[in-house]
Structures are given as C-alpha cells and as structure tokens.
C-alpha cells in the first residue's frame, strides 16, 4: 500500500514556473514507477510524465516535453515534476500515481496505475 499527498500548486503567470512535489508513505516506494497526470475541467485525465524505478527512465507528453522535468528522490520518498515555462493550456489538476507494472508499457495509461494521489491545482493566467 501507497499513499501518495501532492504539494506545490498555485497560480502563476504565463512564462512562470512551479515545482510540483509528491510525497509517498511506506518502504517500498522504490519498487513503483511513477508518474504524474493532469486534468482540466471538462477534460479527460491526460499523462504528463513518468520515471522509472531508479530514475533511469523517462516518459513526457509532447506537449510537456522540453519545459517540464520528473525526478525522483527514494531516500525521500518523493517525486518532483519542475514545470518551467508555463502556458495557460497547463492550468489543471495534477495528480501523482505509482505504477506496479511495467513502465515501458503502462506509462501512458492512467488506468494502470495501482495508486494516486489526491491532486494539487495548478493555475496559469495569461
């Protein structure tokens, strides 16, 4: 069992940027992939990244990629997506979630994901 509580949403102007932060309980963090997704009012939950077990591994969305960075730290227990250059089409809901199964696979599809957390707004104004 994963519990997973995410912090650092807010409101930011366009060109902006946030960090955004996951923090997970229990020991076996280091044993999931994760990965963060967004959701916009009236909008499906859509996959913004994703990191392997041991950071090797990174996935983005194309229109994340080249702005946003996942990182993970499992001494920690956490993982970070530093999001830079922010547009107004950002502005969502961002959930983390950790993933059982196999990363290369899965990375995309939310419904894989054995674990979330409760989300943390994020707001960008143009």
């Known amino acids: 069992q994963v519990q997973l509580v995410e912090s650092g949403g807010g409101l930011v102007q366009a060109g902006g940027s946030l960090r955004l932060s996951c923090a997970a309980s229990?020991?076996?963090?280091?044993?999931?992939?994760m990965g963060w997704f967004r959701q916009a009012p009236g909008k499906e939950r859509d996959f913004v990244a994703a990191i392997s077990w041991n950071g090797g591994i990174r996935y983005y969305a194309n229109s994340v990629n080249g702005r946003f960075t996942i990182s993970r730290d499992n001494a920690k227990n956490t993982v970070d997506l530093q999001m830079n250059s922010l547009k107004p089409e950002d502005t969502a809901v961002y959930y983390c979630a950790a993933l059982e199964g196999i990363l290369e696979i899965h990375y995309r599809l939310g419904s894989k994901y054995n674990y979330w957390g409760q989300g943390t707004q994020v707001t960008v104004s143009s």
């Open positions: 229990g020991r076996t963090f280091s044993r999931y992939a």
